[in-house]
Every structure is written in C-alpha cells, then in structure tokens.
C-alpha cells in the first residue's frame, strides 16, 4: 500500500498482479547481470531509460505492440553500444526465475475463490508460461495485446472487467510505484511489491483468506 493502513476491504475482492518482479524474481537484478556480461555499467541498461525520452519512447512502442521485440532491440542495442541484439530479451530477462511464494499465493487465492488476474506490461509475447494460466488466472491483460500499458487508467480497467469486478473492489499488485499509483487512481487498493514476505500477509489480511 501507498499511503498508510487500507482496511479489509468489505466485498469479495479480486486481486490483479503484475509479473515480472512479482510472480518472478527481481527483474532490475537480471537487468544489472545482462550489462556486467555484456562489460556495460551495472545500470547502463536503466539508466538509459530514466536519462533518455527517445529509449522510454521505444520502451513503450513496444510495451504496446507497435513494435516488436527485433526492433527494439536493435534500437536499444544501438543506444547501448551493442553488436549483437539476438535474443536481446532473452538475454535481458536469462537471470529471472519464478517467485514460487507468490506463485502459490495467487493459486491459493484462486482456490479460495478470490477472482484473480494478470496485468502485465510485455517486452514481447514470449515470457508468459501460458499453459499455467488457467490455474493462476481467471483473466489475463498483457499490454501489447490490447494496445495500453501502465499506468494507463485502460488496462487496469480492462483487467478488471476480465475478472467480472468493479476497479474499487480490486486489490493491485506491482513492483513498480507510477503502476501502483495509477491503480490507486481507479479506486483499487495497491501493494507496492517488495519481496513475498511482505507481500503476503498484506494480501492475506485484505483478501481475508489463507495464502501461507
């Protein structure tokens, strides 16, 4: 949560989650591996994209499918200073892995009968286990097949209809805080991701059901 305790909420709620940085491993520790293999700075990767609009221009091209994953790599390989961009978003997420407690959360949840979605911004359609969505997801929003990202107020409202609830009843979860605050904006209850171990028992208290 953003701004100080939130009371369980009365309803049934619905719990939407983002992906990379929730259900797997921290995504900004990959990126930080890629660029010390690729004998870059640490945080060359993200601090192209806070210092430069022309890279969080492409970022969000193709966040919403107006480019694909062989165009923006090449283009932020070039800004980069790399040669070579195969499977540059392979190579970008190679140090991620599922985060098996929030995992299991989320199909706890669903078991309980929480209604429960993905919302998630994609670099692409390919790092999405699909086959395991039925068991995790009762809807699923992936930004480059509807055509919005977060914070756009569209996609959380998308994703909370594919789930068949109101935004207000709707808890969010994100690693990232502008996501946060844009589901916050529609009147959904947000965590700000930092680890299962927090994670959880805030899920747990407003869902008001057993997720350990």
């Known amino acids: 949560m953003l701004a100080g305790p939130t009371p369980r909420l009365r309803s049934s709620p619905g719990l939407l989650v983002d992906f990379g940085?929730?259900?797997?491993?921290?995504?900004?520790?990959?990126?930080?591996?890629?660029?010390?293999?690729?004998?870059?700075?640490?945080?060359?990767?993200?601090d192209l994209f806070r210092g430069d609009g022309g890279a969080r221009s492409d970022l969000r091209e193709v966040?919403?499918?107006?480019?694909?994953?062989?165009?923006?790599?090449?283009?932020?390989?070039?800004?980069?200073?790399?040669?070579?961009?195969?499977?540059?978003i392979d190579r970008l997420f190679a140090r991620m892995a599922p985060d098996g407690a929030m995992v299991a959360a989320?199909?706890?949840?669903?078991?309980?009968?929480?209604?429960?979605?993905?919302?998630?911004n994609s670099l692409g359609s390919g790092r999405y286990d699909r086959e395991a969505f039925p068991e995790l997801f009762d809807g699923v929003v992936i930004s480059g097949e509807v055509g919005f990202h977060k914070p756009q107020?569209?996609?959380?409202?998308?994703?909370a209809?594919?789930?068949?609830?109101?935004?207000?009843?709707?808890?969010?979860?994100?690693?990232?805080?502008?996501?946060?605050?844009?589901?916050?904006?529609?009147?959904?209850?947000?965590?700000?991701?930092?680890?299962?171990?927090?994670?959880?028992?805030?899920?747990?208290?407003?869902l008001g059901v057993d997720l350990s």
């Open 21 to 46: 940085g929730v259900l797997t491993t921290n995504v900004f520790e990959s990126f930080r591996a890629f660029c010390e293999d690729e004998g870059l700075d640490p945080n060359a990767f993200l």
């Open 63 to 88: 966040e919403v499918g107006k480019i694909d994953e062989d165009e923006f790599a090449r283009r932020i390989g070039a800004r980069l200073g790399l040669d070579d961009t195969e499977n540059f």
């Open 106 to 120: 989320v199909k706890r949840a669903k078991a309980a009968g929480v209604r429960t979605g993905l919302v998630s």
């Open 153 to 159: 107020p569209e996609i959380y409202r998308l994703g």
């Open 161 to 206: 209809e594919r789930i068949g609830l109101p935004p207000e009843e709707c808890v969010f979860v994100d690693d990232l805080r502008e996501n946060c605050e844009g589901a916050e904006a529609l009147g959904m209850t947000a965590i700000l991701h930092r680890g299962a171990g927090t994670t959880v028992p805030e899920l747990e208290r407003l």
